[in-house]
């Protein structure tokens, strides 16, 4: 979801990434997109001692770190008590391994953005990132928000959540309604009260 | 309630809670437009200071690539972490042709694991490369010239068997 104006003034923000560069072009973007200052770690192990003080309401992350990789970052981010291990996290490349990104998104990372970050899309991943409607999901190793997008039916037909509907649906035990019948049921009616 | 068989994974799916929600639309925030100009406005006034900073990352990959031969694996790593890092840099400011030159480059860094023979013409070849479109290059090159290098950039590296695969999950 993107939304028309969005208020970044007082979302607490942990950036955290190596290239002091990148983070210095993060941090130009973040303030004129409205955000106050958002705090930084060169090191996995320096954002887990943050994490340990602080909350916070966005974490952006590098997928390679000097310490860890950024799926490491995450996994040990969604193992912390709430509300913390819910924080949206976005995982930024420039140019890692497929097995790095994969690794990020298994982890339970919100997105996996490709750097350069242009304005318009940081704007809209954290935008996206916002929405309150994505479940989460919590399912032996994986804990993370929910990572089917589009509502195609359970996978081969088959449910496995509480909420798939079967596919099947079986064979009709009454006759179908004429259209008039649907109109009928829908069209709005006087109720008297006795 | 019975506890569910041993092979069984019990999915938990629910709605958390999400404070970056509650602040984002709280009233007063900035439109879009007026957001992402104020974010490049803002990189412009880094512009100089960071394209000054790439080309001194181009001599750090050239420093790498000339101490190979004593340090190999090292001098990989750090020639594919100074890419990134110009990466960034490059495609932040539409410097494309440096960003392009800085992936091949990457490209060849990832692949010298499996190769089975030195790749070593081809990373001369990127590095060699990533300086010609460096910020500070002398003898700034044309617009055909540009797209002729890095098409045949891409063609000896097909030739080679060198590219990564797109993987859908990167945005």
């Known amino acids: 979801m993107t939304r028309d104006k969005m208020k970044l003034s007082g979302v607490s923000a942990l950036v955290v990434d190596p290239d002091r560069h990148a983070v210095s072009l993060l941090l130009q973007m973040l303030r004129g997109l409205g955000m106050d200052q958002p705090t930084t770690a060169d090191t996995g192990e320096q954002a887990k001692v943050l994490l340990k003080s602080q909350s916070f ?46 690794a990020a998104r298994d982890a339970g990372a919100h997105l996996v953005v490709k750097k350069p970050l242009s304005p318009q899309t940081l704007f809209d991943r954290i935008s996206w990132a916002a929405s309150a409607a994505r479940p989460f999901v919590e399912a032996g190793s994986y804990v993370g928000p929910d990572r089917r997008l589009k509502f195609t039916g359970p996978p081969d037909g088959v449910g496995r959540r509480q909420d798939d509907l079967p596919v099947e649906i079986g064979s009709a035990t009454e006759p179908n309604l004429s259209q008039a019948e649907i109109d009928a049921m829908v069209r709005p009616m006087k109720v008297f009260a006795e | 309630m019975t506890a569910p068989p041993s092979s069984t994974i019990v999915v938990k799916r629910y709605i958390a809670p999400n404070r970056l929600a509650s602040l984002v639309d709280r009233p007063g925030g900035k439109r879009r437009e007026r957001a992402i100009a104020d974010a490049h406005r803002n990189l412009e006034a880094v512009r100089e200071e960071t394209l000054a900073a790439a080309n001194l990352l181009v001599d750090e990959i050239e420093a ?93 590296l097909d030739h080679l068997g060198i590219s990564m695969p797109k993987d859908p999950a990167i945005d």
């Open chain 1, 57 to 102: 309401d966005l974490c952006i992350f590098e997928a390679t770190l000097p310490d860890m990789s950024g799926a490491e970052l995450v996994q040990y981010i969604r193992k912390l008590p709430p509300p913390a291990k819910y924080t949206p996290i976005l995982v930024v490349t420039a140019y890692s391994h497929v097995g790095n990104v994969r």
């Open chain 2, 64 to 156: 790498a690539f000339a101490r190979r031969s004593s340090d190999y694996r090292g001098a990989l790593e750090d020639m594919q972490r100074v890419a990134n890092q110009i990466i960034t840099i490059a495609g932040t400011y539409k410097a494309l042709s440096l960003c392009e030159a800085c992936m091949r480059l990457c490209d060849v860094i990832a692949a010298c694991p499996f190769a089975s023979q030195g790749l070593d013409p081809p990373l001369a070849i990127c590095v060699r490369t990533v300086r010609l479109f460096a910020p500070g290059a002398t003898g700034a090159l044309d617009e055909v010239s540009t797209r002729r290098i890095l098409r045949e950039l891409r063609q000896a």
